[in-house]
């Protein structure tokens, strides 16, 4: 099953449109887990298990692992997802780019050594640099668009022959990049009028959205302008909102109610 | 002593503006190499003793190790480099970017995990995603601008209010981006006419120029286009037609002959 196969069907299995971020920072997690010999991974797991059947993704961000070399508890996690919850898609966020050869590269630490079913990448470079990651059919490749961060649209928001560079970008990643039909774009929740253009742009094209919970993104916004016909289209991501619910030994349970919260809050609007 | 300061005391110790690319591919370094517990790093070993000499910075790509888990070869590489040749920056390319927290730990794995010189980092998601980077002082941050592929003007060359996106990134680098006298740029060399564009925009700020040997740049144009007016300003990277001169037993030696010759070429048009 390809990536957007296994997005549709959990979509609807699941009744949700949550993403779960693993962004687990050691010095963040519960105190009891510290000392453990994979720590991220044994965070990770509670929360696995309290939210594999409320979610459509589980998106671990790499910087968290690689930054204190924690890969192995990366790795750990992926194919726990894939044991327990093989409906549930794992997205790498990496924002990857680079020339063909290296990016080659990426996408063999995306897929290959993670086995992760999407990635998200950067546009910066073009087309050509995101070809090694395009090529793989079966796979989702993320676009940034419009980021979530409060700064985005230094660059994002530049006007280029009569609209922005983002809305462009959204053009360009729906159309020609599209040539396999496994793209999604980046657009965070903390700019939903902006992510309402980018709705009008791309069609049916999925959006992973950030920002919502710890960044302040507001949901009813975010579904009045990015739901497709069908009331789906949207992959809303939680991190810090969800897997730092609570600090004590109930933080699993209280990230399996935080997502059914936000489960709630998102098909009140759909 | 700070990157900017090394890079300035080994352009003068070295009589060298050349940066050795350390991407080794497991599937193309000679045989003998291949079934070494650690053999990238055998394979950068070699190359490193014979052109430590010759060059002003190493710059091993992250995807190389990453891809094929093998970061153990990457960190001993880099520590070998601090080891035998100190006064050698080491540029990690690894093309980051992301919301500040991410790109938190994106610099521990750059600075802290691999002790890395310099990184390089993407700007389209703005400033406040590179501050991170930014705010270590003593690190040398080079932001892409005009890169070394085919398709990097589809992006890069858009028009922005009158000038292309990628002189609005190198004015923003150059400018308030550089708050800590920190910054680099990328030019490819692929693109001279464009990279002496980005000289005149940015004034002394020096400049990674990937894209000779391999990727087919004019090194003639390049420092016609590229050098400040004390002789320098450009750290040219060569990887492939450098690190694969010979794939036999000879590689290191091969290496270091290719790089004298790459520094001889450069310096006759100096």
Redesign the interface.
């Known amino acids: 099953m390809t990536f957007m196969e296994k997005l549709k069907a959990v979509w609807k299995s699941s009744n949700s449109l949550v993403c779960v971020g693993l ?1 687990p ?1 050691v010095a963040k997690i519960p105190e009891h887990l510290r000392s453990a010999e994979h720590p991220l991974f044994e965070f990770n797991k509670g929360i696995i298990d309290a939210t594999k059947d409320q979610v459509c993704a589980y998106k671990p ?1 790499i ?2 692992y ?4 924690f ?1 192995e508890d990366l790795l750990m996690t992926i194919r726990y997802i894939q044991e327990v919850a093989p409906q549930v898609p794992v997205i790498l ?1 990496a ?6 050869a ?8 995306a897929f ?2 993670y086995q992760a079913d999407a990635v998200t990448v ?8 995101l070809k090694p990651f395009l090529d793989h059919a079966d796979k989702g490749v993320i676009v ?1 668009c419009r ?10 928001e ?4 009569g609209e922005y ?1 983002y809305q ?2 959204a053009r ?1 990643v729906s159309g020609p990049w599209n040539y396999n039909n496994n793209t999604m774009l980046v657009a965070g929740a903390t700019f939903p009028a902006e992510l309402g253009q980018i709705r009008k742009i791309v069609g049916n094209t999925p959006l992973l959205v ?1 920002g919502v919970g710890a ?1 302040g993104g507001d949901v009813q916004a975010v579904l009045e302008n990015g739901l497709t016909e069908d009331k789906t289209g949207l992959v809303i991501n939680s991190s810090r909102g969800i897997i730092y619910a609570s600090s004590g030994k109930d933080f699993a349970e209280a990230a399996g109610e935080a997502t059914r919260k936000l489960n709630e809050q998102i098909n009140s609007f759909r």
């Open positions: 962004d920072d961000q910087a968290y690689a930054g204190l070399n890969d966020d924002k990857r780019a680079d020339i063909g290296t990016s080659q590269m990426y996408a063999k630490e290959e050594r950067n546009p910066y470079m073009g087309m050509d640099a940034l980021t979530s961060n409060p700064g985005a649209k230094e660059i994002q530049l006007t280029v022959e560079l462009r970008v360009l950030p960044q």
